[in-house]
């Protein structure tokens, strides 16, 4: 019997051993329960989160895309000034040769025919010397002939034509 005995409380002590590891079991079942709970209600948080900021980004990447249409338009735009302001640029540089060649021919025409401009600036000097002396002449002339003329009530002195 004593085999019986020991076979009992052997059966006791196992039936008491699932009964700790099944409660342990539970405790730990019931534990995961409330965090699954608890993961789960964060994600349904989420969830509507992520649709807010889901419609937030669509309405972004709308006005992205209008803002790049926009952007494109003017870029096209401003690329037809740039390309006048080049033609402006060519004409200015053609402009800048032309008055170079000009002037490199007035300035081999002058020296081709310097001693002729000094010969015109001679006789021009000469011209403008003989009308000075002419309006001297005339202004001097016209002295002359000018008679004095009295303010109205002036007393006159004698007048002798002796001198």
Request: aromatic share 4%; with cysteine.
């Amino acid at each position: 019997m004593d085999w019986q005995i020991l076979l009992y409380i052997a059966a006791i002590v196992a039936a008491v051993g699932f009964l700790i590891l099944c409660v342990a079991l539970a405790m730990t079942l019931n534990s995961l329960k409330n965090t699954l709970k608890e993961v789960s209600g964060t994600v349904a948080g989420l969830e509507n989160q992520l649709q807010g900021v889901t419609l937030e980004t669509t309405n972004l990447l709308h006005k992205t895309n209008e803002l790049a249409e926009d952007i494109q338009v003017k870029t096209e735009k401003l690329n037809g000034v740039v390309d006048a302001v080049k033609g402006v640029g060519n004409s200015v540089t053609d402009l800048n040769a032309s008055v170079r060649r000009i002037t490199m021919s007035v300035a081999s025409q002058a020296e081709q025919n310097e001693e002729k401009i000094a010969q015109v600036v001679q006789w021009s000097n000469v011209a403008m010397g003989i009308r000075d002396k002419w309006k001297a002449r005339k202004a001097y002339s016209t002295r002359q002939t000018e008679s004095y003329q009295p303010v109205p009530g002036q007393k006159q002195l004698p007048h002798n034509d002796q001198y």
